[in-house]
Nanobody, 120 residues
Framework: QVQLVESGGGLVQAGGSLRLSCAAS????????MGWYRQAPGKQRELVAG???????NYADSVKGRFTISRDNAKNTVYLQMNSLKPEDTAVYYC??????????????WGQGTQVTVSS
């Protein structure tokens, strides 16, 4: 089985920074695209940032210029560096990965979510 383990969430003051990490483990042949999503109370889940096997793709308009997504393929890990955090960034952040579990098996996986709370 494949699992995604997230870390780095917590409480931070407005203007501060956090770095989220998501490590994939298990029966992994290779990892395709990865991404970070978030969902705040009363709001729809949204894509925060996505990254292919080589470069970032999409950023939500609300985080452009403040967040940076990156990955370490050797460690099967994706990161989300969050700077200049705002109270509006408060949400549960979820890691997502499209993974080849075997040569012919490709599936989408989700992390359990990590809470990010930004206080003013």
């Amino acid at each position: 089985q494949v699992q995604l383990v997230e870390s780095g969430g917590g409480l931070v003051q407005a203007g501060g920074s956090l770095r989220l990490s998501c490590a994939a483990s298990g029966s992994i042949y290779s990892i395709n695209a990865m991404g970070w999503y978030r969902q705040a109370p009363g709001k729809q889940r949204e894509l925060v940032a996505g990254i292919t096997s080589v470069e970032p793709t999409n950023y939500a308009d609300s985080v452009k210029g403040r967040f940076t997504i990156s990955r370490d393929n050797a460690k099967n890990t994706v990161y989300l560096q969050m700077n200049s955090l705002k109270p509006e960034d408060t949400a549960v952040y979820y890691c997502n990965a499209n993974i080849n579990s075997g040569r012919y098996l490709r599936s989408e996986y989700w992390g359990q979510g990590t809470q990010v709370t930004v206080s003013s």
